[in-house]
């Protein structure tokens, strides 16, 4: 945590989470917009710290017990309604729709100021680690659901 009380991971909020991200100059193609394929990196971001600030470790999963826990995406929705730009800052906002079974459903949002950017629907699928499906265990069900409204 920084002098200033911000987390390089971000928050949660009453929603989900929330994480800051600024637009630099190898985000953006030549028209000075950011490039579209870059706005995955944005939002795996957020759904990544989002795991963190929920205390979930990735590294942990993949190793909890002799099957192994991994999430991995499995579709992916996206709609572009404005740019961004070198330099803007981007806020990354994270929400559990569903979590249970052998999937989750993330929505995602990107915005700048009041601004919606990118809104993003991710189903993640909880595998082991030999790529085979696994039940989410009902205790990491509860930690993404607990707390997070719909954005």
């Known amino acids: 945590m920084a002098?200033?009380?911000?987390?390089?991971?971000?928050?949660?909020?009453?929603?989900?989470?929330?994480l800051l991200q600024?637009?630099?100059?190898?985000?953006?193609?030549?028209?000075g917009l950011v490039y579209h394929a870059r706005y995955l990196h944005f939002l795996e971001r957020g759904r990544t710290d989002?795991?963190?600030?929920?205390?979930?470790?990735q590294r942990e999963l993949i190793n909890a017990d002799d099957e192994g826990l991994v999430f991995v995406v499995h579709r992916m929705e996206i709609d572009f309604k404005q740019p961004a730009r070198m330099d803007d800052i981007l806020t990354v906002l994270?929400?559990?729709?569903?979590?249970?079974?052998?999937?989750?459903?993330?929505?995602?949002?990107?915005r700048r100021g009041e601004t919606l950017l990118i809104v993003a629907r991710v189903i993640i699928a909880v595998i082991n680690a030999n790529a085979r499906p696994r039940r989410l265990p009902e205790a990491l069900a509860e930690k993404f659901l607990e707390g997070s409204k719909p954005l």
């Open 94 to 110: 994270t929400h559990t729709e569903k979590a249970g079974g052998a999937k989750m459903v993330l929505n995602q949002q990107i």
């Open 50 to 57: 989002y795991l963190r600030c929920l205390g979930v470790e």
């Open 22 to 31: 600024r637009v630099y100059y190898e985000d953006t193609d030549f028209s």
């Open 3 to 18: 002098d200033n009380g911000f987390s390089i991971s971000g928050e949660l909020t009453q929603t989900g989470h929330r």
